[in-house]
């Protein structure tokens, strides 16, 4: 007789998932989309940042300049030709009143004296006349339209600039000869150009003493609102 069959079953088999992350065509994915980012900050930066940056600090930096000029020219050669210009209006003024208290033995030589001191006064208010129309003028408008809409400073070193401009335009005559102010009227008009010329280069030395050219204020900088039109009256339609 057979001895009986067992069957033993086998031992149960344990499978272990190991999950290694996304694959590889994940990765890879997000590679090329990182450095494509990265490209496009890199050349945003170089061809776009970079370049408005450099143009603003060129601005800034000839804005500065023009400033540093302007008060380096109201301090020194306007100060001497305006100076030169009223000291020899007085003299002319002086040989003027000489030539009509002499007698008629000098009155032949000093007219001939008052004639060259027209020339002279002549020419020195033509030196003062001219650097005021030409390179300060210049300046002046170069500072008030680098910045728009102009800020308070601006506005303020602009008032004061075309108020100094009228009084410089005043304290000169076409001729000495065409002089007739009084020796009250004449002092008056240098110590009013005097005065004019100090309050400008005050405001030059505030925006000289800022860490950057004034901007505008975000209010000012904002578009106005166009009103709306109501609705036409009823007559106004009829007709």
Do not use: C
């Not at 001939?112 to 006349?129: D, V």
């Not at 809409?149 to 009228?166: C, G, M, N, W």
């Amino acid at each position: 007789m057979l001895p009986p069959i067992t069957v033993a079953s086998p031992p149960p088999v344990v499978v272990r998932v190991i999950s290694y992350g996304p694959g590889l065509m994940t990765l890879l994915v997000t590679f090329l989309v990182g450095a494509a980012t990265a490209l496009v900050v890199q050349l945003v930066i170089q061809f776009w940042v970079v370049p408005k940056v450099e143009t603003r600090k060129r601005r800034e930096d000839r804005w500065e300049r023009n400033v540093q000029e302007l008060g380096d020219l109201l301090t020194t050669r306007l100060d001497k030709r305006a100076n030169e210009a009223k000291v020899e209006q007085g003299k002319f003024r002086d040989v003027r009143e000489l030539e009509n208290e002499s007698g008629p033995d000098q009155r032949t030589r000093i007219t001939r004296a008052r004639e060259q001191q027209a020339w002279t006064a002549q020419q020195a208010m033509w030196a003062f006349s001219d650097l005021l129309r030409t390179r300060i003028d210049w300046l002046i408008g170069r500072i008030i339209r680098s910045i728009r809409p102009p800020p308070d400073e601006i506005v303020k070193f602009d008032s004061l600039a075309r108020h100094y401009q009228t009084q410089a335009i005043l304290v000169g005559v076409p001729r000495p000869q065409d002089d007739d102010r009084t020796e009250s009227a004449f002092e008056n008009g240098w110590a009013k150009e005097r005065d004019a010329r100090m309050a400008l280069i005050k405001q030059v030395e505030v925006l000289a003493d800022l860490p950057h050219p004034p901007r505008a204020s975000w209010l000012a900088r904002r578009p106005r609102r166009k009103k709306l039109k109501g609705p036409a009256k009823s007559g106004a339609a009829s007709r």
